[in-house]
């Protein structure tokens, strides 16, 4: 009964009707690849996941970076290399953080014959999960991810038969993926909320992408004492962070504040009706 009820759910979500859950992302991502002929790979120079450089290779296929400028593809980069590619592979957003023109890169591959596979690990439940612009759509549930079950993922298509495809079957862990998707709704306003005050509160700091959808905080540093005093703000604010340069982040100097890793989200809620 779970695997209906986050199957019908993935469906609203993505507008994909052939939905498979897996018991990772990564199984995910590598079905994906395996639907594609043999051929390249395109890849984002940064802003990805770290099984993009390592799963093609696993498969047999080759893979070519696609330039980026903080964490967003290079579209005439992408409408060169797209020619001789099999298949682009990206995340929306970017490194979490950054609005990828997702029509813009769609409608570009579609004209060069090249399939696009989505990572919306850190999309689903947004905007930026819209099935149109994607031959395939993968995902994982795992651990600071936006559907926080800590296990599972999907991989979903409206051109591909995914019914081949090893299944989750535990019945523990769709339980908690179906718990989570519940709450997805709830995370995504609270982390918007949080990501709006720590944009403000470093609004005289370089961060990056401040007006786009994101669940992590980019903040650029240029000399020693401005990322003294990023990492003292994350310290005094107990948000965990991570220094770049960084392949799913940038690959330039700078403090990611990882605002996905945080969990109080039920807390918040109720603290937010008492005040009501």
């Known amino acids: 009964m779970s695997t209906k009820k986050i199957t019908e759910i993935i469906q609203k979500l993505t507008d994909h009707q052939n939905i498979t859950i897996t018991e990772r992302g990564d199984v995910a991502i590598a079905s994906a690849l395996c639907a594609v002929e043999k051929g390249t790979i395109l890849i984002p120079e940064e802003g990805g996941w770290l099984s993009y450089k390592k799963l093609p290779q696993k498969l047999g296929l080759k893979s070519q970076i696609v330039k980026c400028h903080l964490a967003k593809l290079n579209l005439e980069d992408l409408k ?58 993968v995902a994982s549930f795992r651990k600071w ?23 989750l079957k535990d019945k523990t862990s769709l339980t908690k993926i179906l718990k989570s998707f519940h709450q997805l709704q709830k995370r995504i306003i609270y982390l918007e909320e949080v990501r709006e005050k720590v944009v403000f509160d470093l609004v005289e700091y370089d961060v990056v992408h401040p007006e786009d959808l994101g669940f992590v905080v980019v903040v650029n540093f240029y000399e020693e004492e401005e990322k003294k005093y990023i990492i003292k703000y994350c310290k005094d ?28 989200v039920e807390k918040h809620i109720k603290t937010k009706s008492k005040k009501k």
């Open 80 to 137: 060169k290399k797209s020619k001789s590619a099999s298949a682009l592979l990206y995340q929306n957003p970017g490194g979490y953080f950054a609005d990828q023109p997702m029509k813009k890169i769609y409608d570009i591959c579609k004209k060069n014959n090249c399939l696009v596979i989505m990572d919306v690990s850190g999309g689903i439940g947004t905007d930026l999960c819209d099935g149109r612009y994607a031959d395939i759509m």
């Open 145 to 167: 991810k936006l559907v926080d079950a800590d296990v599972g993922g999907f991989i979903s298509s409206n051109i591909f038969d995914l019914s081949k495809i090893e299944r």
């Open 237 to 264: 604010n107990e948000l965990e962070y991570t220094t770049c340069p960084r392949y799913i982040r940038l690959n330039q100097d700078a403090i990611s504040i990882e605002l996905k890793r945080l969990k109080a």
